[in-house]
Nanobody
């Protein structure tokens, strides 16, 4: 599965942004999809992930209530809607995919989100 993330940019604190991740080359509907981020000087961290059907989503505590992950299996795309952005959300955001019980093995190239105060 190849992943292509897009939608990053420079926004002010309190703004919203929607990231997209288009998948190709595999069976998207069989792939658990997630979002991770890596801030400057920090390790990559989990943000959210969504089950194959899109019925259940999981979030890091730091984004719960502000971010929403969703997917469209007809379009082979996963989204991350980010609201009430904070400067500490500044990071490169990566989409990722995995089998149901496997490690995160598919990674997109990352898209930069910068939130100014």
């Amino acid at each position: 599965v190849q992943l292509q993330a897009s939608g990053g940019g420079l926004v002010q604190a309190g703004s919203s942004l929607r990231l997209s991740c288009a998948a190709s080359g595999g069976t998207f509907s069989s792939t658990v999809m997630g979002w991770f981020r890596q801030a400057p000087g920090k390790e990559r961290e989990f943000v959210a992930h969504i089950t194959r059907s899109g019925g259940i989503a999981y979030y890091a505590d730091s984004v719960k209530g502000r971010f929403t992950v969703s997917r469209d299996n007809d379009k082979n795309t996963v989204y991350l809607q980010m609201n009430s952005l904070k400067p500490e959300d500044t990071a490169v955001y990566y989409c990722a995919g995995r089998e149901v019980s496997g490690p995160w093995r598919y990674w997109g190239q990352g898209t930069l989100v910068t939130v100014s105060s």
